[in-house]
């Protein structure tokens, strides 16, 4: 194997608010349809389908199911008219409200949000009443930040494959069981170009900004300036490991690559760790311009039922939402009454940039 000294540029950002990353990640697959039988479920079920994040504004989607044709699909549409109702640690309580931004237009769920910030160390628990499909509840807890102390990279190649070589090493917690995820995606990015006109910052890439600018290019201090914007799309990339600890390694051959790594604290409570990954580069260098972005690696630690729930979207190579029907009809969540996942994680983050933007 070879090993170089990797040149790419990173920032910790650990506080950086990603509640559009995880929506994204986590109904990837919940627009399609799905290959449930017509036993398994019945019609307007509630579903649920959140992974909360400390630091993150909140952000809850909620759907139900509907049967597709004879019944022997299952797909999930928006729920406009529930109530839903947060709660933080037993006793403060929010009502969120829908959304109906455009960001959220193509979501099969409906995103029901709040101003209000998850905090970590904090339990939650998440309460729907619908008029006609009743009430569904769930509840999680938001752990600690991950305590990371050191994280290297490198450039590598592994089965043949270039790679980035990432070690992370952290301090665990002895007074508790502990469940960490790893995940790599790359976050697509456009060019957006802006100005300033007597203070205020407009958008040139709208019919009124530019049309502004076109107006007022001449005035002293106007001038039109560039930024990389999210265009909410992300491409998972393929984690391979050789750690043993992994329950990647329990579950498949530890050379195949992974959507996410999982590791519990078994072998190493309360003391110090370093797990070795690698993060397949197909996608690191944009082959045209639509590809361009940045790469993001999360490290999280996670509820318990978040953990479980994922784990077994990893052992059958699905993405979340989309578990084939003779395998297994669906994680076991912790949605009383109803479907899916309210599970809390708390995240360190680097970001890296590979591609030569604008």
């Not at 910030?117 to 752990?143: D, L, Q, W």
Request: aromatic share 14%; hydrophobic share 35%; with cysteine.
């Amino acid at each position: 194997m070879h090993t170089s000294q990797s040149p790419v540029r990173f920032n910790q950002i650990p506080g950086k608010n990603c509640w559009w990353l995880m929506i994204v990640l986590l109904l990837a697959a919940v627009a399609c349809k799905k290959g449930f039988t017509s036993s398994q479920f019945e019609d307007d079920h509630l579903v649920v389908l959140a992974e909360i994040s400390a630091g993150d504004s909140v952000k809850v989607p909620v759907g139900k199911t509907i049967k597709v044709g004879s019944g022997s699909l299952i797909r999930f549409e928006k729920v406009n008219d529930a109530t839903v109702t947060l709660t933080e640690e037993k006793s403060r309580t929010w009502i969120l409200q829908p959304s109906y931004a455009w960001q959220y237009a193509s979501n099969p769920t409906t995103i029901f949000t709040n101003r209000k910030r998850f905090k970590t160390n904090t339990h939650y628990s998440i309460e729907v009443k619908h008029p006609t499909m009743g009430v569904v509840t769930g509840s999680t807890y938001i752990p600690p930040l991950p305590k990371w102390t050191v994280v290297d990279t490198s450039y590598e190649t592994h089965q043949g494959k270039k790679v980035l070589a990432v070690s992370i090493t952290f301090q665990d917690q002895a007074d508790k069981d502990d469940y960490y995820i790893v995940e790599g995606v790359k976050e697509l990015l456009k060019q957006g170009r802006y100005f300033y006109y007597r203070g205020v910052r407009y958008d040139y890439n709208t019919p009124q900004g530019k049309s502004l600018y076109e107006t007022v290019k001449n005035t002293p201090g106007v001038q039109l300036l560039n930024d990389t914007i999210s265009i909410n799309k992300f491409l998972r990339l393929e984690l391979f490991t050789q750690d043993a600890n992994t329950e990647n390694a329990r579950i498949d051959n530890i050379n195949n690559p992974f959507r996410r790594l999982f590791l519990t604290d078994k072998t190493f409570n309360g003391q110090s760790y370093t797990i070795k990954f690698y993060v397949d580069q197909q996608f690191f260098v944009a082959t045209e311009p639509l590809q361009k972005g940045r790469v993001r690696i999360q490290f999280k630690a996670a509820s318990k039922e978040l953990f479980d729930y994922l784990l077994e979207y990893e052992k059958y190579k699905s993405d979340f939402g989309a578990i084939p029907a003779n395998q297994l009809p669906s994680p076991t969540g912790n949605i009383s009454k109803g479907l899916g996942i309210f599970g809390g994680s708390a995240r360190r983050e680097r970001i890296y940039y590979f591609d030569k933007l604008w």
